[in-house]
């Protein structure tokens, strides 16, 4: 069983930043590809970032790119996003997940963190 949890999240002007975090307990961190996703008011989740196990290859969204980077922390169980340059349309809930390469899929989820762009 996996554990994450985010924190980081609030309310910001456009323009301004964040940095959310996502630790997580239960299972061996660093093995896994880990990623970040959004989901705004009556829209679907999205991809937002992904990052491998090492942290040497990640990918992005084509609407967060240059503006975003994820990383990780693998001595401390911890992924990151850092969010520069926020835009009102980056808000969203935004949720980390796990990788699971057995099923091909991200199987486990936080319980999201709220953001909020004010124009």
């Known amino acids: 069983q996996v554990q994450l949890v985010e924190s980081g999240g609030g309310l910001v002007q456009a323009g301004g930043s964040l940095r959310l975090s996502c630790a997580a307990s239960g299972r061996t961190f660093s093995g896994y590809e880990m990623g970040w996703f959004r989901q705004a008011p009556g829209k679907e989740r999205e991809f937002v970032a992904s990052i491998n196990w090492s942290g040497s290859h990640t990918t992005y969204a084509d609407s967060v790119k240059g503006r975003f980077t994820i990383s990780r922390d693998n001595t401390k169980n911890t992924l990151l996003l850092q969010m520069n340059s926020l835009k009102p349309e980056d808000t969203a809930v935004y949720y980390c997940?796990?990788?699971?390469?057995?099923?091909?899929?991200?199987?486990?989820w936080g319980q999201g963190t709220q953001v909020t762009v004010s124009s």
């Open positions: 997940a796990t990788y699971t390469t057995t099923t091909g899929r991200y199987d486990y």
